[in-house]
């Protein structure tokens, strides 16, 4: 199994467990996965997976070569990554990944524009909330919330984060009728014990822009990341005067190593962070002090 194209139609197979699911990785047809697996397998005599009604299970031979084959994978993307990190040209795609309310509140137009600018380079977004895997390059720049980036990206922090505890005009914030906490919240939660331990909870959610939804259509008080509401502005939705402590998470902008003399890269980077500094008092709180 020396081939790269090979090995990658092995590693998705293993992976997903399925053609189906290999094939969607892969960008192909469910058909086209099932023959190369079939001629892989012809080609060096040997049956690599088992084909059950749940799925398809690795085999012993393919458990003997399993470690072999991501180690050439990760081989791959090293040589993939050193030589897109010297490409000097401000054209071809670049691969961003952000919080999808981020970008839907923040940085869409800002973006829009530098777009504009650059004709040359597409911009490719995958708005989610955990780190994409920077290593196979399902991104090229990050921006994210997190208190400290892992160890193999480099970037830079822009800004803490401040919270603040929001809620609609025209609830009662004495006594309010009701609390909207992230589902692993309850009332223990700092700022609930400290300030509504009386207060029942009516909403738990999972998604800041449900949150948000939620504050708006008075279910409550939440506590929520000033940039939101704040880049918002909505009239109707006001910040308690109760000061929090400042978050350990920041804003972060992110790149893998390798990438540091990618032109496009560089450049997008560069324009993300000289925006996101102009926007630090969003994130710090202060346009709602």
């Known amino acids: 199994m020396n081939d790269w194209d090979d090995i990658r139609f092995f590693l998705a197979v293993a992976r997903s467990g399925s053609v ?8 192909v047809n469910h058909s086209t996965v099932s023959r190369r697996i079939q001629g892989l397998e012809n080609k060096h005599g040997v049956r690599l997976f088992n084909r059950q009604r749940e799925g398809y299970e690795m085999t012993e031979a393919a458990w003997a070569i399993n470690e072999q084959a991501l180690a050439i994978e990760a081989q791959n993307q090293q040589i993939s990554r050193t030589l897109f ?9 670049v691969n961003l990944t952000m919080p999808h309310d981020l970008f839907e509140n923040v940085l869409a137009e800002d973006l829009a524009q530098f777009q504009q600018q650059h004709p040359g380079i597409q911009l490719k977004l995958s708005v989610t909330q955990g780190l994409r ?12 919330f997190t208190p400290e980036p892992p160890d193999y990206l480099v970037g830079k922090k822009v800004s803490a984060i401040q919270h603040g505890l929001y809620t609609k005009k025209s609830t009662q914030t004495k006594n309010p009728t009701g609390l909207i906490l992230w589902q692993n919240e309850d009332h223990n939660t700092d700022w609930v014990k400290q300030h509504f331990p009386d207060t029942p909870i009516s909403l738990q959610v999972d998604d800041l822009s449900g949150m948000y939804a939620a504050v708006n259509a008075g ?16 009239k109707s939705i006001t910040r308690l005067p109760i000061d929090l402590p400042s978050s350990t998470w920041s804003v972060w902008v992110l790149n893998h190593v390798d990438l540091r003399k990618t032109a496009r ?3 997008c980077r560069k324009f993300l962070l000289e925006i996101l500094e102009k926007k630090k008092p969003l994130f710090a709180g202060k346009l709602s002090k």
């Open 20 to 27: 189906s699911g290999a094939a969607k990785t892969l960008g």
């Open 85 to 93: 990190g010297q490409d000097a040209r401000l054209e071809g795609p």
């Open 133 to 144: 895997n920077l290593s196979n390059r399902e991104a090229d720049i990050a921006v994210r």
């Open 219 to 234: 279910f409550g008080i939440a506590r929520m990341p000033c940039y939101l509401p704040d880049s918002l502005n909505n």
């Open 265 to 267: 890269v560089q450049h």
